[in-house]
């Protein structure tokens, strides 16, 4: 009796001493595996700060290494408009819509003309500051002379320039009075317009009119 119970004690001795084995061993792998985790994140840690510092150190290693160079991107030039061109010989041109009026030498003589040249004429069935009376299938063929009048910088005319307003709103230019008109189709320097239907007349006028 004596014997079976000390048998009995020894076999749950056994049983408690591997117990005791088996959760030492699980406790230190825990422990273990644990320490082995920590040491990792730190050496990551470690690496990542380097990795920083190293990173942090090479941006003024590298603008230093710019600046001794001289390899700094230089700024953009900024372009700005220059002089406006002007004309050698001093010519001022006139206006936009300005009609500039000369003295031209023609078959006739000296005649009122624009300054490319077309010859201007008067209307015999026009009145003094009246407006145009050439209107309609008349105006296609002996066009009115509109815009703003200006005498030749060479040219001295002894009438005077004005506007009057035709039917259609525009602005016609008179000369003394009376509205002008050329002859469409007509050549540059072109009289042959002159005593048409006795009505259409050239401005005649002098040599003295232009200036040497």
């Known amino acids: 009796m004596r014997k079976s119970g000390w048998t009995a004690a020894g076999a749950v001795s056994a049983l408690l ?10 406790s230190s792998s825990s422990t273990a595996a644990a320490g082995s985790t920590t040491q990792n994140a730190a050496s990551s840690t470690t690496g990542a700060s380097s990795s920083s510092a190293s990173s942090g150190s090479s941006s003024p290693a590298s603008s230093a290494n710019a600046k001794a160079t ?14 406006q061109p002007s004309s050698d010989d001093g010519v001022t041109f006139p206006p936009v819509g300005t009609t500039v009026l000369v003295v031209q030498h023609s078959s006739l003589g000296w005649v009122m003309a624009k300054a490319d040249g077309s010859v201007v004429y008067t209307y015999a069935k026009d009145s003094k500051g009246k407006p ?10 002996w066009a009115p002379v509109t815009g703003s009048p200006k005498a030749g910088p060479a040219d001295t005319f002894p ?26 189709g007509a050549p540059p320097l072109s009289t042959k317009g002159n005593g048409v239907g006795g009505v259409w007349h050239v401005i005649m006028l ?7």
Not at 17 to 26: D, E, I, K, R, Y
Not at 132 to 141: E, I, K, L, N, R
């Open 17 to 26: 001493l591997l117990l005791t084995a088996c959760g030492g061993s699980s």
């Open 70 to 83: 001289g390899s700094t991107a230089a700024p953009k030039p900024h372009h700005t408009a220059g002089p």
């Open 132 to 141: 145009p009376t050439c209107t309609g299938s008349c105006a296609s063929v």
């Open 159 to 184: 009438g005077s320039f004005s506007l009057v307003t035709a039917a259609n709103g525009q602005k016609v230019i008179t000369y003394d009075g009376l509205p002008l008109y050329t002859f469409v």
């Open 206 to 212: 002098s040599g003295s009119d232009v200036s040497s």
